[in-house]
């Protein structure tokens, strides 16, 4: 598990801060990935990124904006968050394809966010 | 379009017996699947995956899963349950293209001594 590792592990916010989330792999991989996960719900893909470049994009709130500055790291930067954006945010990376096949991804450990 | 139903949301099952945990999916093209584990507090661990090649796909700690295309099916089994078994459990599909993964909703899975 320490391919992916995420810090902090654990966050409590107000919903007028700023803060960020950090992702790094140490795998050699190629695409990047921030999912969000609540209670009861399905792991929910909110951005992908592949060579460095944001390749998907769920529909996701402008107050939280991913930055991707090389194939090893990620972030998320959150401000002006709500409520309901409470959850474990968790970093995943993957090699991509192996011709028309995909390769498996690799999860963090995920940060536990708490906004008040 | 690709979507994977978890039938259980809870199994329980005593050390040492049988473990089925079922997975159905639909997907428009050959689709590529997964089973993860996430234990307490940790982020979620590959146990194994279908790419199509052998059907029946061995993975880690005793797991393992069978496609079965007629069915639409991908369950993941263990002969005997251990303990350190009780975790959530989660199937996953993709496409042969793009980025997209689609997560079940999790199974979670309870091992009684």
């Known amino acids: 598990e320490t391919g992916v590792t995420q810090t902090p592990r654990h966050l409590v916010m107000g919903m007028t801060n700023k803060k960020s989330l950090k992702c790094e792999q140490h795998l050699g991989h190629n695409a990047m990935y921030w999912y969000k996960q609540s209670a009861k719900k399905p792991l929910e893909l909110m951005f992908v990124y592949s060579l460095e470049e944001r390749v998907e994009n769920n529909s996701v709130p402008s107050r939280f904006s991913p930055e991707c500055p090389n194939s090893s790291h990620l972030f998320l930067h959150l401000h002006t968050l709500q409520p309901e954006d409470s959850a474990l945010y968790l970093c995943?990376?993957?090699?991509?394809?192996?011709?028309?096949?995909?390769?498996?991804?690799?999860f963090g450990p995920g940060t536990r966010l708490t906004v008040t | 379009a690709q979507s994977v139903t978890q039938l259980d949301s809870h199994v329980s099952v005593s050390e040492g017996t049988p473990v089925l945990l079922r997975c159905n999916y639909s997907?428009?093209?050959?689709?590529?699947l997964f089973w993860y584990v996430q234990h307490p507090n940790k982020g979620l661990q590959l146990l194994l995956k279908?790419?199509?090649?052998?059907?029946l796909v061995k993975g880690i700690n005793g797991f393992e899963a069978e496609f079965k295309k007629s069915e639409t099916s991908f369950h993941l089994t263990k002969p005997s349950a251990h303990m350190s078994d009780a975790a959530e459990y989660f199937c996953v599909v993709t496409q042969n293209t793009g980025n997209q993964f689609y997560f079940g909703t999790g199974t979670s899975l309870t091992v009684i001594p």
């Open positions: 995943a990376s993957s090699q991509g394809y192996s011709g028309n096949t995909p390769y498996e991804q690799y």
């Open positions: 279908y790419t199509s090649a052998a059907t």
């Open positions: 997907s428009s093209y050959s689709p590529s």
